[in-house]
């Protein structure tokens, strides 16, 4: 029987040796998760990978996109690619977004490439630009609105948490309460496995936010009604989500500092037995074991399995050989 430890290395080894094959968005999201981990600076040209693809989005938005017509257009063609999603989720984002597709725009596109640039201590150079984007919108009707939260809770989590970062609007206590309400627990029984599951990210999410994506441990006090839903209903989750929801609760105890709570424990258990010893990964619900589809969940069971801590990083203070070469745009904050 493998160690937890062991089980990880299994998984980083089947993606380790594929991952400049993935495509850029996800070989940065697991180069920058390995990299917050471990500080291992084999990780840093992926991260610089996913640099480049915020640099570049910035750029786009900065020079082509920032006038409201411009917004709209940009944000009804972003609609168009959920108008033949035939699943729960895809249906229920294109019917709510299409009354304010402007959310994709700033929302999904524009806040999390400005807040990761943020978190490593740079900016676009036409920040203000950019800056002056956001303020034109009250993001408490997005993130208060029950359908909304419906479609979106884990994206509106770390959106609010995003904003509050970057010193725009502060939502996050806005949001939560909508998103308490949307969600009351007496009310579980009742939901599809779609809305579950969209409940319990949107509370992982919450969590997350407040830890900066693994960089900053957080209080669980801040967040008690959280852990205490989580270690009530935790055989529950286990039994009625999917691989990367449970591996994402587990983590949320471990950004608490509670890494000897059961929850912590089952989460290991169920995470560890679900790795396919043969493809040395988690393959989907269909049992695909497509890397670049199962990057996502496999980096969460990476982390869950052989947890390093948190760490500020990378950053251009803490560490400038990071950022010598910086894709065109983006430029350090002071």
């Keep these: 029987m493998l160690s937890y430890p062991q089980s990880a290395q299994l998984i980083k080894d089947t993606f380790e040796s594929q991952l400049y094959s993935l495509p850029a968005f996800k070989e940065g999201h697991f180069g920058l998760r390995m990299y917050r981990q471990t500080l291992d600076d ?4 992926a991260v610089w990978t996913g640099m480049a693809q915020i640099a570049s989005r910035l750029n786009h938005f900065a020079s082509d996109v920032n006038t409201p017509e411009q917004i709209i257009l940009y944000s009804e063609e972003r609609l168009a690619n959920y108008h033949d999603q035939e699943d729960e989720r895809g249906q229920r984002r294109y019917t709510v977004t299409k009354h304010q597709p402007e959310y994709f725009y700033l929302g999904v596109d524009l806040l999390g ?10 900016k676009h150079k036409h920040d203000k630009t950019l800056r002056s984007v956001i303020r034109r919108y009250d993001f408490t009707k997005y993130a208060t609105d029950p359908e909304m939260i419906e479609a979106w809770a884990a994206q509106l989590a770390n959106q609010v948490y995003w904003l509050r970062q970057l010193g725009e609007q502060d939502v996050v206590n806005d949001f939560t309460k909508a998103f308490k309400s949307t969600y009351p627990d007496s009310q579980d ?7 579950y599951s969209n409940k319990i990210y949107g509370m992982t999410h919450i969590i997350f936010g407040d830890s900066q994506y693994y960089q900053k441990q957080v209080n669980e006090s801040d967040h008690q009604w959280i852990y205490d839903y989580f270690r009530d209903n935790i055989d529950t989750i286990i039994l009625r989500s999917k691989e990367d929801v449970i591996a994402e609760v587990g983590i949320t105890f471990l950004l608490a500092g509670l890494e000897n709570d059961p929850v912590v424990e089952k989460t290991r258990q169920a995470i560890q037995g679900s790795i396919s010893l043969d493809q040395g990964m988690i393959p989907s619900v269909d049992g695909d074991f497509d890397l670049k589809y199962g990057e996502h969940r496999n980096v969460l069971a990476i982390m869950l399995l052989d947890w390093k801590g948190v760490h500020q990083a990378p950053t251009v203070a803490n560490q400038p050989f990071a950022f010598q070469s910086l894709p065109y745009g983006l430029v350090p904050k002071s």
């Design 42 to 45: 084999k990780y840093l040209p």
């Design 113 to 122: 490439a400005m807040a990761r640039a943020d978190e490593y201590g740079l």
């Design 189 to 195: 029984k009742k939901l599809s496995p779609q809305q």
